[in-house]
């Protein structure tokens, strides 16, 4: 071998080595970034609480519900909340401290198989590119992915099985003949989207149908077509037996919480003020932009070749087909998929919380360039040309976006501010840190301090006998509405009906029932229709006057709460009675019986689309009830 052929080997193993270590420091690099910054602002939101209850009635043998004898899924992610009790049960550790670990831990990790999964769709590390960080980072700047990197909510979760989708998909697009055991993990972990998210299964089906229609393995005793009924046995064994256990143990086809919330309705306006919300603060749409514009650069200046599976000859195969198993298929299936997800968002409005239900959009956007390729400038008559645009061009976009991240990472505050703006839209985080007077809210206790808070516990304390607590306009008193005599021993239990689910359950024991007026415990209040105009998610409100007669208490003055009225009351006990109603509230107090459990799964469908109408005495003619309280005689 010549001289200078070595020579240059050896330069080539240098820079391979040196793309490697640049590689795996901007992994590092991104990662501690985001512990760090994730730390900084690390809390248990009030709806991560809600988790919590459910996960303490679990521990508790009372199965995964809110409130013990109702069956009600107030979890919009099942997968979030059985990893939250599988982790707490293995550690006995405090749930709140459970919960936190579990999400911080899995917001770095789909941080890093972000990253390598871009590095793979780039070629990976090698003597002519070096990998710098660069979508990733921008991720980790924006202020609300470190506030819900930990939370308590299914964030966390949501950005974990999506970068590890990212890496499987492109791990099998790059492969030159991946085996079946490389297709049936792929669609086993897409057809959890259902489970991790319901929304998400718009982005797991497009990668079940993608993996389908594209180019099979050969396995000895199977055709094509047997490994394609076996990728559709293994995508939705998990989902589809968990989808019939929900519709007949809950009697509902999604979580309540897609009824409370109406994950169905349209609010377009309020969901491009929630989208602007995000966008504009930051100006992330300029990193965005840039990124966008010198990733399809760099794709312009490379062809990918379609990879073939070895069972099934490239001769046979159409042409369409022979390119789904491409990185460059990857890519338009996940842009296409985060583009669906947020039309999805806008139509339903966006959400209370800042920027939070927008997170896993930004984050597949920014997969394809979690890390952006810098191709290494030729060496000409022995001098390295640094100013070929292929090297400088990107190199500059690297250090922009850079830039930008240094800036946005500071940014104390967005324009929602830390109270309710005239858009519903809030930061929660700090709002909560305000309110509550601790910097970092995480165990109950802490939102003790939260206004209300100690008045319920004292209220539950100081009434033995139960009643339904119901707040009042005062931040330091409750009303009770007792119980009717003769009162049993040990009292009739409590009922809380507070709009904070997490902090109040989570302070009150398990025996003490806790509803809210939103419905996401309380399916009374969820099959209300939205209030026109109303606080984006918070746009249910039931009246609590058909709580009372739901719980039994005393339903007369001076007993009763002051602000109710008799004769509602009385009308809320007749709307009570519609035939249609009382088999909603069976479905989920009912015992669960072999009969009621087919009954469920049966009704599921009618059950979710059922409504009524808050006020009682509308309800009433609704149902076509006889009204206690008839309309006074005209003179």
Known sequence: MAVGEQEREAGASRFVQLSRATLAGGVVLTVVLFAAGAWQRRWIADDGLIVLRTVRNLLAGNGPVFNVGERVETNTSAAWTYIVWFFSWITQARLEYVVLAVALVLSLLAVVFAMLGSARLWGGASATQLLLPAGALVYVAVPPARDYATSGLENCLVIFWLGVLWYLLIRWSRAENPGPASYLGLVFWAGLSWLVRPEMVVLGGLVLLLVFFAPMPSMRRLRPIGIRALLVAVGGAVPVCYQIWRMGYYGLPYPNTAVAKEASGAKWGQGFVYLWDLLGPYFLWVPLVVLAVFALGIVRSRR????????????????????????????????????????????VGGDFMHGRMLLPQLFILLLPVAVLPVRLPDRVAGRVRWARPSFALPLVAWAGTMIWAGLVAGTVANTSGSQLSASGIVDERIYYVLNSGHDHPIRAEDYLDYPRMRAMVQAIDNTPDGGLIINSPSFMMWYVAPPPLPIPDGGVGHTVYFLNLGMTSMNAPLNVRVIDQEGLAYPLAAHTDRLVDGRIGHDKNLYPDWVLIDTGMVDKHPWMPPFMDEKWVMQARTALSCPATQDLLASYRAPLTRARFKHNIVQSLDFAKYRLERVPEYEIQRCHLVDPVPDPAPN
């Open 304 to 347: 990918s070749q379609p990879a073939m599976a070895e069972g099934e000859a490239a001769s046979r195969l159409p042409r369409w087909q022979r390119r789904l198993r491409t990185p460059g298929a990857v890519v338009a299936l996940m842009l296409v998929g985060a583009l669906l997800l947020v039309a999805f968002n806008l139509r």
